[in-house]
């Protein structure tokens, strides 16, 4: 049962867990489809509808590979680059001068989401390096087998 748990039932969680909130956004992008082509249309690059579909494309089909363990390391490698792009490109907290105020400011909600976007860029990172179950020789041992010198 523990073997699993460590080989099966954790993994897929934190697969799931990582990649969960792509498909809500990608289904956001659809729901609110002008708010979405306004910012993308705020970067330096080309044709927004085209990157919208092709994001919503990334955002849809890369969690289910790496769920599934389908392709999972370039899916991810895919996702965390969509991440990083999408952080500097759409997250310049720099570039707006209320980062400092007291109250809410437009910078510091882009600088949390620049930093989320990095987060799971590198959790995804992770999966690149990783993506299969861990060797049953490479588990921790169950803390009742641990002994102490």
């Excluded at 570039?95 to 989320?116: G, Q, T």
Aim: neutral net charge; hydrophobic residues 60%; contains cysteine.
């Amino acid at each position: 049962m523990l073997t699993w748990i460590y080989l099966v039932l954790l993994p897929l969680a934190a697969r799931t867990g990582l990649v969960a909130m792509f498909p809500f956004s990608g289904l956001d992008k659809i729901l609110h489809w002008k708010s979405a082509y306004k910012q993308a249309s705020s970067s330096v690059l080309p044709a927004p509808a085209l990157l919208l579909v092709l994001g919503m494309a990334v955002e849809f089909i890369t969690p289910v590979c790496i769920i599934a363990l389908w392709h999972a390391r370039i899916a991810a490698f895919i996702l965390a680059g969509f991440c990083a792009v999408t952080a500097v490109l759409y997250h310049q907290f720099w570039a707006f001068p209320d980062f400092w105020a007291p109250d809410d400011s437009v910078a510091r909600s882009h600088f949390w989401d620049f930093l989320k976007n990095f987060g799971l860029a590198g959790g995804l990172l992770f999966v690149v390096l990783g993506a299969s179950p861990p060797a049953i020789t490479a588990m921790p041992a169950p803390a009742a087998t641990i002994s102490h010198p």
